[in-house]
C-alpha cells in the first residue's frame, strides 16, 4: 500500500497510465540577433497565448468559471510588465530566447519555492508549467497531452500541472496520483472540480506503479491499494457506493437553514482567499463569508496593491454574497506568508515576530490605504473588517482610531460608507483568549482563528514531525480557551465565530454547540456536511457531551471519548 495526501474525495478503481512529460533540450547561445530573437519569443508567446485562451474557454465550459480562470492566471502572467521587462533585457543582451525566457523563469521559480507558503509556493508550479509550454513551442517538442486516455484509467505522475489537468477528459479518468503536490495546488483545485478522487505527494509512485497496473485510489484517507485481491475490490465497490450516497444526501441539506435539532439557529459562512473563491461559497451554500484572506490579493507580484484595486476586489465579493455578511481580515503576513517587496526581515521566530496587525500599525501608509479600501465598500453590502493576532485592547484602539479618522474624512467628502460598520478581532492568541472579557466591551464581534490558537497555546509548530503530534483541538487547553471566550462574548451580547478547521469537526460540533458558538466558517466543500453535523444535535444532548468532555484531563481521553460520543 502506497500512502499520500489525499485531495479530491472520492473512490477510483482503474488501470495505470504513467504521464511522462517531454524533455525539452536547448543548446544556450549568447551572441544572437536580439530583433530575431525577439520575434522567436514573440511568435512562441502569441501560440501559448492562443492555446491557453481557448483552453481557458473549454475549461470554463465543463468544469467551472473559477477553474477556467486558473488557465486564464498563466496568460495574465506572461502578459506582467516586470517578467516581460526581463525577458526583453536578457535577449538584448544577446541571449537567444529559450536562454533569456528560461533565465527568467527560474529566477521567479527559485523566488516563489522559497516561501513558506502553499499558496505562494503554487506560483512556482504555475511558471514551471508555462516555462515547459512555452519552451517546447520554441524549440519544436510537443508537451503531453492528457485528452485521449483511455476509459478507466488512474493517471500517474511526477506533478500535474494545471495545464495537464485542465486537458484531462474527467468522463475517462478515475483517479489521479502524483509524487508532487498539496491540497492547494492548482491540480487539486481542478481534480476537486472534475470530481476525480486524487492522492497526492506519494513518493515513488511513477516508480513502485507500473503501467496497466490495476489500483484503488483512496481520495479520502490518501491510500492507494496496487493489485488489490478480489476482496479489497468489492469492498471499495461497497465504499464508493456509499459516498456516492454520502453525497446525495448531503444535497438534501441545499437551501435549508442552519440550526441544530432543536431549532437553534446558527450562521454557517465560508472562507476565501479571493474575490472569485466567493462563488465557490454561494455555489455549495455558504450563508456568508466568515474568512476573507486579503494577504493573497498582495501575493504574485511586485508592489503592493493600490487602494482603487483593493477596493474592487472587497466590492467584488460583496456583491456576489448578495447581501450577506462578508468578514474582513485586515493584511496578515509574516509568520508562513512572506511577500518579497515587502522587506521582512528574515526572524528567528516569525510566528512570534513582527507580523499581522504589528506589521500593519509600523507600516501606517499600507494600513491606510487598505482601511480606505475596506470602509469604502462597506457601501457595497454587508462586510464587516476583522483584525488579526490581537493580543489586548490597545492595538484594537488603534486600529478604531484609524478608521473612526478614515470616516470623518470620507463624511466631509460624501463618500458613501456603511455608518455601522462593524470591526472585531480575530481571537488567535492565548492573551487574547484570556482577556476575552476586556475585549468583549469594546470590539463588534470575535472570530476565533483555532489553527494558531492551538499552535500558540501549545506552543507547538505544526509543521515540526517531532512535535506534530502535540497539535490538537482536543487538549483540555485549548478547549477551556475556546469556552472562556465564546462565554465571555455572550456576556456583553457580541456575537462569536469560529474560523479554523476545527469549525468543520464532527466531533468538535456538539462542544461548539454547548459553548454557544454563533458562527461557523468552513471551507466552501465542507458547508453541507456541516450544516449536516450540526443538525444531528440538540442543545440538550450537546451539552451532556460538554459536560463529560470538559471533565476529562488529557487530549487522549478527550478524543477518544468524543470519538465514541458523537459516533451515533
Same mark, same amino acid.
Given at each position: 500500500?502506497?500512502?499520500?495526501?489525499?485531495?479530491?474525495?472520492?473512490?477510483?478503481?482503474?488501470?495505470?497510465?504513467?504521464? *511522462?512529460?517531454?524533455?525539452?533540450?536547448? #543548446?544556450?547561445?549568447?551572441?544572437?540577433?536580439?530583433?530575431?530573437?525577439?520575434?522567436?519569443?514573440?511568435?512562441?508567446?502569441?501560440?501559448?497565448?492562443?492555446?491557453?485562451?481557448?483552453?481557458?474557454?473549454?475549461?470554463?465550459?465543463?468544469?467551472?468559471?473559477?477553474?477556467?480562470?486558473? #488557465?486564464?492566471?498563466?496568460? +495574465?502572467?506572461?502578459?506582467?510588465?516586470?517578467?516581460?521587462?526581463?525577458?526583453?533585457?536578457?535577449?538584448?543582451?544577446?541571449?537567444?530566447?529559450?536562454?533569456?525566457?528560461?533565465?527568467?523563469?527560474?529566477?521567479?521559480?527559485?523566488?516563489?519555492?522559497?516561501?513558506?507558503?502553499?499558496?505562494?509556493?503554487?506560483?512556482?508550479?504555475?511558471?514551471?508549467? #508555462?516555462? *515547459?509550454?512555452?519552451?517546447?513551442?520554441?524549440?519544436?517538442?510537443?508537451?503531453?497531452?492528457?485528452?485521449?486516455?483511455?476509459?478507466?484509467? =488512474?493517471?500517474?505522475?511526477?506533478?500535474?500541472?494545471?495545464? +495537464?489537468?485542465?486537458?484531462?477528459?474527467?468522463?475517462?479518468?478515475?483517479?489521479?496520483?502524483?509524487?508532487?503536490?498539496?491540497? *492547494?495546488?492548482?491540480?487539486?483545485?481542478?481534480?476537486?472540480? $472534475?470530481?476525480?478522487?486524487?492522492?497526492?505527494?506519494?513518493?515513488?509512485?511513477?516508480?513502485?506503479?507500473?503501467?496497466?497496473?490495476? =489500483?484503488?485510489?483512496?481520495?479520502?484517507?490518501?491510500?492507494?491499494?496496487?493489485?488489490?485481491?478480489?476482496?479489497?475490490?468489492?469492498?471499495? $465497490?461497497?465504499?464508493?457506493?456509499?459516498?456516492?450516497?454520502?453525497?446525495?444526501?448531503?444535497?438534501?441539506?441545499?437551501?435549508?437553514?442552519?440550526?441544530?435539532?432543536?431549532?437553534?439557529?446558527?450562521?454557517?459562512?465560508?472562507?476565501?482567499?479571493?474575490?472569485?473563491?466567493?462563488?465557490?461559497?454561494?455555489?455549495?451554500?455558504?450563508?456568508?463569508?466568515?474568512?476573507?484572506?486579503?494577504?493573497?490579493?498582495?501575493?504574485?507580484?511586485?508592489? %503592493?496593491?493600490?487602494?482603487?484595486?483593493?477596493?474592487?476586489?472587497?466590492?467584488?465579493?460583496?456583491?456576489?454574497?448578495?447581501?450577506?455578511?462578508?468578514?474582513?481580515?485586515?493584511?496578515?503576513?509574516?509568520?508562513?506568508?512572506?511577500?518579497?517587496?515587502?522587506?521582512?526581515?528574515?526572524?528567528?521566530?516569525?510566528?512570534?515576530?513582527?507580523?499581522?496587525?504589528?506589521?500593519?500599525?509600523?507600516?501606517?501608509?499600507?494600513?491606510?490605504?487598505?482601511?480606505?479600501?475596506? =470602509?469604502?465598500?462597506?457601501?457595497?453590502?454587508?462586510?464587516?473588517?476583522?483584525?488579526?493576532?490581537?493580543?489586548?485592547?490597545?492595538?484594537?484602539?488603534?486600529?478604531?482610531?484609524?478608521?473612526?479618522?478614515? $470616516?470623518?474624512?470620507?463624511?466631509?467628502?460624501?463618500?458613501?460608507?456603511?455608518?455601522?460598520?462593524?470591526?472585531?478581532?480575530?481571537?488567535?492568541?492565548?492573551?487574547?483568549?484570556?482577556?476575552?472579557?476586556?475585549?468583549?466591551?469594546?470590539?463588534?464581534?470575535?472570530?476565533?482563528?483555532?489553527?494558531?490558537?492551538?499552535?500558540?497555546?501549545?506552543?507547538?509548530?505544526?509543521?515540526?514531525?517531532?512535535?506534530?503530534?502535540?497539535?490538537?483541538?482536543?487538549?483540555? %487547553?485549548?478547549?477551556?480557551?475556546?469556552?472562556?471566550?465564546?462565554?465571555?462574548?455572550?456576556?456583553?451580547?457580541?456575537?462569536?465565530?469560529?474560523?479554523?478547521?476545527?469549525?468543520?469537526?464532527? +466531533?468538535?460540533?456538539?462542544?461548539?454547540?454547548?459553548?454557544?458558538?454563533?458562527?461557523?466558517?468552513?471551507?466552501?466543500?465542507?458547508?453541507?456536511?456541516?450544516?449536516?453535523?450540526?443538525?444531528?444535535?440538540?442543545?440538550?444532548?450537546?451539552?451532556?457531551?460538554?459536560?463529560?468532555?470538559?471533565?476529562?484531563?488529557?487530549?487522549?481521553?478527550?478524543?477518544?471519548?468524543?470519538?465514541?460520543?458523537?459516533?451515533?
Amino acid at each position: 500500500m502506497l500512502n499520500g495526501i489525499g485531495v479530491s474525495k472520492g473512490y477510483g478503481i482503474g488501470r495505470v497510465v504513467i504521464a *511522462t512529460e517531454a524533455e525539452i533540450h536547448f #543548446i544556450p547561445k549568447d551572441n544572437c540577433d536580439p530583433a530575431l530573437e525577439h520575434k522567436r519569443f514573440s511568435n512562441a508567446l502569441n501560440t501559448f497565448i492562443e492555446k491557453n485562451t481557448a483552453l481557458a474557454q473549454n475549461v470554463t465550459e465543463t468544469i467551472g468559471e473559477k477553474e477556467g480562470e486558473i #488557465i486564464l492566471g498563466h496568460i +495574465m502572467m506572461m502578459k506582467d510588465p516586470y517578467m516581460c521587462s526581463e525577458i526583453e533585457k536578457n535577449i538584448e543582451a544577446g541571449n537567444c530566447a529559450e536562454a533569456a525566457f528560461a533565465d527568467v523563469c527560474d529566477s521567479f521559480i527559485a523566488m516563489f519555492s522559497s516561501v513558506d507558503d502553499e499558496f505562494t509556493k503554487q506560483r512556482a508550479v504555475d511558471i514551471k508549467d #508555462i516555462k *515547459t509550454e512555452i519552451l517546447g513551442i520554441l524549440t519544436g517538442v510537443e508537451t503531453v497531452d492528457l485528452s485521449r486516455l483511455e476509459k478507466g484509467t =488512474v493517471l500517474v505522475a511526477k506533478e500535474l500541472t494545471p495545464s +495537464m489537468t485542465a486537458c484531462i477528459n474527467k468522463e475517462n479518468v478515475v483517479g489521479l496520483i502524483t509524487e508532487i503536490g498539496s491540497k *492547494t495546488s492548482h491540480a487539486a483545485i481542478l481534480a476537486r472540480a $472534475m470530481e476525480i478522487p486524487a492522492v497526492l505527494s506519494v513518493p515513488s509512485a511513477t516508480e513502485t506503479l507500473k503501467k496497466d497496473d490495476l =489500483v484503488i485510489v483512496n481520495g479520502i484517507t490518501g491510500e492507494i491499494i496496487s493489485n488489490p485481491t478480489d476482496q479489497e475490490i468489492a469492498v471499495y $465497490m461497497r465504499k464508493r457506493l456509499d459516498y456516492i450516497a454520502e453525497r446525495e444526501t448531503l444535497s438534501r441539506f441545499v437551501g435549508l437553514p442552519t440550526k441544530t435539532a432543536d431549532g437553534i439557529k446558527v450562521d454557517l459562512f465560508g472562507n476565501i482567499g479571493t474575490p472569485e473563491d466567493a462563488e465557490r461559497v454561494a455555489e455549495h451554500d455558504g450563508e456568508g463569508i466568515g474568512l476573507f484572506r486579503t494577504e493573497f490579493l498582495f501575493m504574485d507580484r511586485n508592489s %503592493a496593491p493600490g487602494e482603487n484595486e483593493q477596493f474592487e476586489a472587497y466590492k467584488k465579493a460583496l456583491l456576489m454574497m448578495k447581501g450577506n455578511q462578508v468578514i474582513i481580515r485586515t493584511l496578515d503576513i509574516g509568520g508562513d506568508k512572506d511577500i518579497p517587496y515587502m522587506g521582512l526581515e528574515k526572524e528567528e521566530n516569525p510566528f512570534l515576530g513582527f507580523r499581522a496587525v504589528r506589521y500593519c500599525l509600523k507600516h501606517s501608509e499600507l494600513f491606510l490605504s487598505q482601511l480606505r479600501a475596506l =470602509v469604502r465598500a462597506s457601501s457595497y453590502g454587508n462586510l464587516a473588517i476583522m483584525i488579526p493576532l490581537i493580543t489586548g485592547i490597545e492595538e484594537y484602539r488603534k486600529v478604531k482610531e484609524i478608521i473612526t479618522g478614515i $470616516m470623518r474624512e470620507f463624511d466631509k467628502q460624501e463618500i458613501p460608507y456603511d455608518k455601522n460598520l462593524k470591526i472585531g478581532v480575530m481571537v488567535e492568541t492565548p492573551a487574547a483568549a484570556v482577556c476575552a472579557d476586556i475585549l468583549a466591551k469594546e470590539v463588534d464581534f470575535f472570530s476565533i482563528g483555532t489553527n494558531d490558537l492551538i499552535g500558540y497555546t501549545l506552543a507547538v509548530d505544526r509543521g515540526n514531525a517531532n512535535v506534530e503530534y502535540l497539535y490538537s483541538a482536543f487538549s483540555p %487547553a485549548v478547549l477551556r480557551l475556546i469556552r472562556n471566550i465564546i462565554t465571555e462574548a455572550k456576556k456583553t451580547g457580541i456575537p462569536v465565530g469560529m474560523c479554523g478547521e476545527a469549525a468543520a469537526d464532527p +466531533m468538535m460540533i456538539p462542544l461548539l454547540i454547548s459553548f454557544g458558538l454563533n458562527e461557523f466558517s468552513v471551507t466552501p466543500t465542507s458547508i453541507l456536511a456541516t450544516r449536516r453535523e450540526i443538525a444531528r444535535w440538540t442543545k440538550v444532548e450537546a451539552d451532556k457531551v460538554a459536560e463529560q468532555i470538559m471533565s476529562l484531563d488529557t487530549e487522549q481521553k478527550v478524543a477518544s471519548v468524543l470519538a465514541k460520543l458523537t459516533a451515533k
